[in-house]
């Protein structure tokens, strides 16, 4: 069975009392996991750091985006390239991506084409806003998000599909887990018609959109769920450490 995936995502931010804090709060907790597979996507800068800090530990180091370029002059972008030597994962399509930086899913597409062929895990986020919920519209927006922002690979060694909802990220209510379940499954059959029966093994879905101790056990224990990315929870690591805890509890 997989471990459950728990990637911290700290946007433009550090934790509270920093870092080292953070980790000197987090990693003595972090010993034989047996069910939980921890992860951190901080800022650019922190990367480096963080590569240092969390060696020999289990905790996974991802980027929160990339440029589909491999070099060049792209002023403020980093590149696949520059970031295999660190990291593991890479976030791609974000919500915050696409609708404050106006990211296509055709720029999406390219961006897990390249992560894949650098070896990085690629985090692919997808979800409808409040408008096309009300609409009836969440099924088909999630499958048009799939569908082109993977059509540049053919069969991913490894994929993470995070289902992240625009009305609940940052809200502090999360999605119900009738709904949750309900893209799950529209997720998982998309991925069964793209990439087959092999996609059971290679593909990941977790969730997104404030998450947090108190509703991580009606999220973690839904069908087909493996696991979860977390924002402003994440930066305390109380908080972080308790939904880790839940999720080691509850799955053993």
């Excluded at 059509?151 to 990220?169: F, G």
């Excluded at 940052?170 to 018609?193: C, F, H, W, Y």
Aim: aromatic share 6%; glycine share 6%.
């Amino acid at each position: 069975m997989d471990k459950k995936l728990v990637i911290a995502n700290w946007k433009m931010n550090i934790p509270s009392k920093g870092i080292d804090h953070f980790l000197k709060s987090v990693i003595p907790e972090m010993t034989n996991l047996q069910y939980v597979q921890p992860g951190i996507c901080p800022p650019y800068l922190f990367i480096p750091q963080l590569f240092e800090l969390l060696d020999n530990s289990s905790i996974l180091l991802g980027a929160q985006n990339l440029h589909y370029e491999d070099n060049g002059a792209f002023t403020g972008e980093i590149s696949a390239q520059l970031l295999e030597t660190y990291c593991s994962l890479v976030i791609i399509g974000h919500s915050e991506r696409r609708h404050l930086f106006h990211e296509t899913d055709e720029e999406i597409s390219k961006k897990i084409q390249t992560a894949s062929h650098f070896n990085l895990t690629p985090i692919l986020c997808v979800g409808e806003n409040i408008t096309e919920r009300k609409n009836n519209l969440s099924s088909k927006i999630v499958t048009s998000q799939l569908i082109t922002g993977l059509s540049k690979i053919k069969k991913p060694n490894k994929l993470i599909i995070a289902y992240e909802p625009l009305w609940a990220i940052g809200s502090g209510n999360a999605a119900t887990p009738t709904d949750i379940e309900l893209m799950v499954k529209v997720i998982r059959q998309v991925m069964l018609e793209k990439f087959g029966v092999e996609s059971q093994n290679t593909v990941q879905i977790i969730y997104g959109g404030s998450v947090s101790e108190d509703n991580i056990t009606k999220i973690i224990t839904l069908p087909n769920m493996d696991g979860v990315l977390v924002g402003n929870a994440s930066l305390d690591p109380l908080q972080y450490n308790n939904i880790i805890k839940n999720i080691e509890t509850i799955t053993t």
